[in-house]
């Protein structure tokens, strides 16, 4: 069974920082392009941030670029989203994702941007 | 950016009714859109991509067609597990960006 399950979601204040994990499994996680999509409360859907299977190419919405950075560990399944200089506008619930036809989500990681 | 556009917003509408969402790409985008379906508290779930092809396990009465800049999602016998948020992302190039979003509720 394909899983992903994020970690990391918080409550902090403007001008922090925050690192945010995605544990895969039960898929050949290095094979994939691997996405960050974020959720704000009672909105819709942001794409935030993509990186390549082997790392090498990273990409990011113009919203979170120069704050945001994206990485992965292929030896440890996992997927990473280092987010710095959060803004309160960066309050959402954080998905990772495999986009395209083979389609997996995680559950989700609230982040709470707050003073 | 490309902008993607969705109409409309919402809509209100009965078991067994057809139903039809477009979207709209601020430039061509060839046939890179995908459609999603999200219910309240859970993950997006993709039905469509490249535009009109059925994910895998999605029932037939979902359709997408178009290519280029515009786009249509449709549902041939709307069914009560339907009623959800539907939205268009666009995958044609960097930075991706989804659809604003079209809420189909029970009228």
């Known amino acids: 069974e394909v899983q992903l399950v994020e970690s990391g979601g918080v409550v902090v204040q403007p001008g922090g920082s925050l690192r945010l994990s995605c544990a895969a499994s039960g898929f050949t996680f290095d094979d994939y392009t691997m996405h960050w999509v974020r959720q704000a409360p009672g909105k819709g859907l942001e794409w935030v941030s993509l990186?390549?299977?082997?790392?090498?190419?990273?990409y990011y919405a113009d919203s979170v670029k120069g704050r945001f950075t994206i990485s992965r560990d292929n030896s440890k399944n996992s997927l990473y989203l280092q987010m710095n200089s959060l803004r309160t506008e960066d309050t959402a619930l954080y998905y990772c994702a495999s986009l395209g036809p083979y389609n997996y989500w995680g559950q989700g990681t609230l982040v709470t941007v707050s003073s | 950016a490309i902008q993607m556009t969705q109409s409309p917003s919402s809509l209100s509408a009965s078991v067994g009714d057809r139903v039809t969402i477009t979207c709209r790409a601020s430039?061509?985008?060839?046939?890179?859109l995908g459609w999603y379906q999200q219910k309240p508290g859970k993950a997006p779930k993709l039905l469509i991509y490249a535009a009109s092809s059925l994910q895998s396990g999605v029932p037939s009465r979902f359709s997408g067609s178009g290519s280029g800049t515009d786009f249509t999602l449709t549902i041939s016998s709307l069914q009560p597990e339907d009623f959800a948020t539907y939205y268009c992302l666009q995958d044609y190039n960097y930075p991706f960006t989804f659809g604003p979003g079209t809420k189909v509720d029970i009228k």
């Open positions: 990186i390549s299977w082997d790392g090498g190419s990273t």
């Open positions: 430039q061509g985008i060839r046939n890179d």
